[in-house]
Each structure stands twice: as C-alpha cells, then as structure tokens.
C-alpha cells in the first residue's frame, strides 16, 4: 500500500498563502488523488481532486478561484496551493489516494485506500 506524508501546513493571517505537498511512497500516476480536511468539531471533508491524468480537477465549492491542486506524477507528489485563505479553512488537511487504476474523481473518503497523517493548517483573522 502507498505511504503518503504530508508537509507545508502552519499558522498564516487571513488572506495569506501556502502550499501544502504530499509525498508518495510508491508509484500513483494511474490513480486519481485528493485532498480532505477535518475543522474542529466537524466531519471530514472533500476540498479538491485530480484525476490519474492531471487533466481534470473538481473543487469544493467554498474553496474554488482560491486553491489549485496539481500533481507531479515524476517526483510522485502531490500539491495543493492555498491563496486568499480564511479563518475558516483552519483544519487538518489530508492527502489521499485511491488506488483503482484509471478511474474518476471521488468526493467520497471512503473511496480512498491510503491516507496521510495530516498537516495542520491555521488562519489567524
């Protein structure tokens, strides 16, 4: 099974940037991949997917114009870039993968197979 590590979270004032990186253990070209973050008190949630391909990407509504998810297939990492962040994007954020070749974009955890540990990401107001 691919290990995922996440890095790049941290405490950033509101309408600040940064760019969170996920490392892969293994090979996930074939695979679509997302990011999910946990807010305190609240249930996991979908924030962005790409497709095996890089050719597609689906966004939660709350955070599209303002995050751009992107992969590099060669170095086997992923990456969510992060502008205009607000205080309501303080969560944990994870990186997923699935791992049933050629297939679409998921919203659902529970169609992802391998997750990170999480990165902690705070937008100060």
């Known amino acids: 099974q691919v290990q995922l590590v996440e890095s790049g979270g941290g405490l950033v004032q509101a309408g600040g940037s940064l760019r969170l990186s996920c490392a892969a253990s293994?090979?996930?070209?074939?695979?679509?991949m997302g990011w999910f973050r946990r807010a305190p008190g609240k249930e996991r949630e979908f924030v962005a997917g790409i497709s095996w391909d890089g050719d597609y990407a689906v966004y939660l509504d709350s955070v599209k114009g303002r995050f751009t998810i992107s992969r590099d297939d060669a170095e086997n990492t992923l990456g969510l870039q992060m502008n205009s962040l607000k205080p309501e994007d303080t969560a944990v954020y994870y990186c997923?993968?699935?791992?049933?070749?050629?297939?679409?974009?998921?919203?659902?955890?529970?169609?992802?197979?391998?997750w990170g540990q999480g990165t902690q990401v705070t937008v100060s107001s």
């Open positions: 293994g090979r996930t070209s074939t695979y679509p």
């Open positions: 997923a993968t699935r791992n049933d070749a050629y297939t679409a974009i998921s919203r659902r955890s529970t169609d992802y197979t391998s």
